[in-house]
């Protein structure tokens, strides 16, 4: 395969989380106009009580115009917050509990056909109850599930959201 060459990158809008760009490119000795998203990145939570039941969060989604049910998950505060500590922050702002230990599961990239966005999901188990701290647009129910319940929402096809697939696939295929 012939490498692809970038030849310019534009800034075309910055945005509160993401950063739009027009890149040029090389490809094959053709010239092309690429769309780019960044993302700093960001951590989600496969979030796991005593009684085995899943931590979700349901909340409303702009983009689908939607309350959608999700892992618990934010973006990084700065592009070099270790994800771990974005992971733990988050997990407790959106859920009101806190986890000392918390196992790496993956890494996903959401949408790689133009955008770079990240995310590093971990496990969260022995959950200690605190105080949600949410930010003031958010409006976040936390709820409890069996994982063969969400596996169900998923084979339906009621649940899209590609981070929260991955979570509960992976924490099923590795501890069920």
Wanted: a negative charge; charged letters at 30%.
């Amino acid at each position: 395969m012939e490498p692809v060459k970038r030849l310019k990158r534009e800034l075309r809008a910055q945005g509160t989380v993401i950063g739009l760009y027009k890149d040029t490119v090389e490809v094959n000795g053709n010239i092309a106009e690429w769309d780019y998203i960044h993302h700093d990145g960001a951590a989600a939570v496969v979030a796991v009580n005593d009684g085995g039941k899943l931590l979700m969060v349901r909340q409303y989604r702009n983009a689908l115009d939607r309350f959608t049910l999700e892992l618990p998950a934010g973006k990084l505060d700065d592009p070099k917050e270790p994800t771990l500590e974005c992971a733990m922050r988050e997990l407790e702002e959106e859920t009101g509990y806190r986890c000392e230990n918390m196992e790496y599961l993956l890494t996903v990239n959401t949408t790689v056909a133009f955008c770079n966005e990240k995310i590093d999901l971990y496990l969260a188990r022995n959950l200690e109850k605190t105080e949600q701290h949410l930010d003031p647009d958010e409006e976040i129910n936390v709820e409890l599930w069996d994982i063969k319940d969400l596996q169900q929402l998923i084979y339906e096809g009621k649940m899209t959201d590609s981070k929260t697939i991955a979570g509960i696939m992976t924490y099923a295929a590795k501890y069920q």
